[in-house]
Nanobody, 128 residues
Framework: QLQLVESGGGLVQPGGSLRLSCAAS????????IGWFRQAPGKEREGVSC????????YYLDSVKGRFTISRDNAKNTVYLQMNSLKPEDTAVYHC?????????????????????WGQGTQVTVSS
């Protein structure tokens, strides 16, 4: 059974860092485009970053560019989201999502319905 499990969330002060992990089981992550999405209380879920399977193309939400970095470790079957210089407005539940796109430069943060497989999420709270 295909499964995604996020971890690494927590409480951090503004300016701090966290690294989120998205561990995959039941499938090989290097054949899948992976996206990170977040949902803050009372707000719609939004795309934060994604990474393709070919050439590791990456895309970022404008508000996180220069602060967040997405990467994949195929040997560990895991995708990471390194988050630096965190701000209170980054507070949200972060979900990773996967869609089968082998040898492709495709990934998107614009449309959640493009991803069929989702994790349960991990809470990130940025507060002093």
């Amino acid at each position: 059974q295909l499964q995604l499990v996020e971890s690494g969330g927590g409480l951090v002060q503004p300016g701090g860092s966290l690294r989120l992990s998205c561990a995959a089981s039941g499938f090989t992550v290097n054949y899948y485009a992976i996206g990170w999405f977040r949902q803050a209380p009372g707000k719609e879920r939004e795309g934060v970053s994604c990474i393709s399977t070919s050439d590791d193309n990456t895309y970022y939400l404008d508000s996180v560019k220069g602060r967040f970095t997405i990467s994949r470790d195929n040997a560990k079957n895991t995708v990471y989201l390194q988050m630096n210089s965190l701000k209170p407005e980054d507070t949200a539940v972060y979900h990773c999502a996967a869609e089968f796109h082998p040898s492709s430069k495709w990934c998107t943060i614009g449309t959640m319905s493009n991803y069929r497989h989702w994790g349960q999420g991990t809470q990130v709270t940025v507060s002093s």
